[in-house]
């Protein structure tokens, strides 16, 4: 095939794969200008094999800095994963490897039920024991639902900034105390919440970082609201020797261990992100998220003029709607040329409001959304 | 900071990585021009939510074929994959959840002693046991070490298709007789070799594929000889229903189920493997393979005239070197301003000739080569 028809048959395909601007469902946006600038040229970077990617490797440990001082603590100790599923593996596999050296077997951790669907692979993955603990009305976990699930085997508590499908901030606070108390890693999937949170105006509501002693490790996910580019995850730990216990040594590289679930890894997505981070700055991060709430704030009072609540009042960036009929409401829209998609318990309309969304998008899909359900 | 000083810095860290050209320790290469173009064309696609992107979807289903019918069977079963420790690692999960389904415990696999350390990696997460056969002069593994090593309790038994340190081809036809008359799962690690194997004048000494009956998956890297960009694994199961073992089901997308070990993953990596193999062909592959294997031939002929020998006459592009003190000839060639890596038993050279080598290269480091050890 000549380089004439490939670019044809590219562009065929991508024809068919939907542009951003129609999507509500997804928690991935555009790439910034800056980190599809970086991604490019970096593309033939491996950090699997850092010793001969020095710049890319001295980006990765920048980025850790400012990720884990954003969070907290400039000291924290980590990588760039491929995502929040990889950093959440990463996460309880370090727990639970320490533990079975100590002589533990039988583990479990105890995840809120409205935790990510990555903590079933997890499950499945590392031969663990996940227990779900109730939420509360506002579908925050219940603290006491926690404690009544602990026992000696439990190895681990999570908490969510930010969950999935109702973008809630479980009391983090109480978790912490719960963990120092008991001395049980207290890991904090913040995959779409961490790069949310600190821009927030009532920021100080929702204490999820290193801030809180009893918080063990971190996830946050640049290719989220870090609008970096696919696959671009981050794991901190508070205390380094748990990345120890994730090291396997890797002899024929130049590196003498790796700490990383996969071998070969990303180097495009590491510049990427940092380029995001050197370029926006927190003051730019800020505008960002400021645009998501402003058009979130729109988007839930425009559905309350035509009588359709919320299930909570956002947090962050995330709208979850009680329409009847909400699958019905889901094909409708869908025909219209919008993607929404839907929450459990309770089942509502969900719409994630990234940054490829604005004033138009929000009117536009509220007329449609006025069209479906009258 | 502004787009200029960003492009400084990013300019400044690009300086601090080698380039590829003087790197000859790395099984990864500059991307295909195509793949480059076709990355850059799908960054922001996600093919974790494969509903939206059902163009870059129908550019994966390709791959798969077209790779599959590569390796024999047009029909098989897989995703494009983060690489060959994802692969790996999803193959024995695969087969581990069926027989942990069936009721047995404590399972072990058995691989070459000459496997990737991301079979280390896999005994720790999955917690499995990893028992380790013997190779042979020619660092084959020796199938009757395998068949002493297995019990009532394996599960699966590895093949290496080109082995990261020698570049050598297990006896994949012995290990399928072997699978075959004991009904065990057999793994083929081609994550090197897949893209090599196929193209070799004397690749029929090499079986390795669906062709024999007793392979059950192989891995296979586009990133590596593929010339694809990174992330680029490949893993392919003969028999469907092992990827329903890997599938946690997925609320909240457009899609039902997941079978890949991490949620979002980089649609542009698939669009850029499919580039390559779609302006490639089999007939572009074998002429990259043809450059390299010649080239390999000039490197051992050249280092022969020195008085240097190979571990063994290379099977594919891994060329191994028997010098005296090898840490201070690495060190020397280092110094030089060569990348080169070993081997650990025995310890020798190692000298990967990847695509971005040609003759000019082989010529300098010869040069370097006679310098260093005369």
Redesign the interface.
């Known amino acids: 095939?000549?380089?004439e028809e490939?670019?044809r048959?590219?562009a065929?395909?991508?024809?068919?794969?939907?542009p951003?601007n129609h999507?509500l469902?997804?928690?991935?946006?555009?790439?910034h200008e800056?980190a599809?600038?970086?991604?490019?040229?970096?593309?033939?970077?491996?950090l699997?094999?850092s010793g001969?990617?020095?710049?890319?490797k001295?980006?990765e440990d920048e980025v850790i800095a400012i990720i884990g001082e954003l969070l907290g603590n400039s000291n924290a100790y980590g990588y760039i994963s491929?995502?929040?599923?990889?950093s959440n593996i990463q996460a309880i596999?370090a727990i639970r490897?320490r533990r079975r050296r100590e002589g533990l077997s039988d583990m479990n951790i105890i995840v809120p039920e409205t935790a990510?669907?990555?903590f079933?692979?997890i499950a499945?993955?590392?031969?663990i024991e996940v227990r779900k603990a109730k939420v509360d009305h506002q579908l925050r976990v219940d603290p006491e639902s926690v404690k009544e699930l602990m026992d000696e085997r439990t190895i681990c508590i999570v908490g969510i900034a930010g969950t999935?499908?109702f973008g809630q901030v479980d009391p983090i606070e109480a978790l912490s105390e719960i963990a120092e108390d008991s001395g049980i890693f207290l890991h904090v999937d913040a995959a779409f919440g961490g790069f949310v949170i600190p821009f927030l105006a009532d920021r100080d509501k929702y204490k999820f970082d290193f801030t809180l002693e009893g918080v063990s490790s971190i996830s946050i996910?640049p290719?989220?609201m870090g609008m970096s580019?696919?696959?671009a995850g981050c794991i901190l730990f508070r205390d380094g020797s748990y990345l120890k216990e994730l090291a396997?040594?890797?002899?024929?590289?130049?590196i003498k261990e790796?700490y990383s679930?996969?071998?070969?890894?990303?180097?495009?997505s590491v510049?990427a992100t940092?380029?995001v981070l050197?370029?926006l700055?927190k003051d730019g991060l800020k505008t960002v998220v400021d645009k998501c709430m402003k058009l979130t704030e729109l988007l839930v009072n425009g559905a309350k003029q035509m009588g359709i609540e919320p299930v909570i009042e956002p947090v962050m960036n995330v709208v979850t709607l009680r329409v009847h009929d909400v699958d019905a409401v889901v094909k409708a829209l869908r025909a219209k040329g919008w993607?929404v998609?839907?929450?459990?318990s309770p089942k509502a309309l969900?719409i994630v409001i990234m940054p490829h969304v604005n004033d138009d998008t929000i009117e536009s899909f509220l007329e449609a959304l006025n069209e479906v359900v009258s």
């Not at 065929?12 to 939907?18: T, W």
């Not at 001969?52 to 890319?56: A, E, I, Q």
């Not at 499945?124 to 031969?127: K, P, Q």
């Open positions: 095939m000549n380089k490939l670019e048959l590219l065929d395909k991508k024809s068919k794969d939907l951003y999507i469902s997804s928690m991935c946006t555009y790439p800056v599809v600038y970086a991604h490019e040229m970096f593309i033939e970077s491996n699997g094999d001969l990617f020095k710049g890319t001295e980006m491929t995502g929040g599923t990889e596999r490897n990510h669907f990555s079933d692979k499945d993955i590392l031969s999935t499908e996910d290719h989220k580019t696919i696959p396997v040594s890797t002899p024929y590289l130049t790796q679930l996969i071998g070969t890894r990303s180097g495009a510049a940092f380029a050197k370029y700055g993607e998609s839907t929450t459990r969900r």
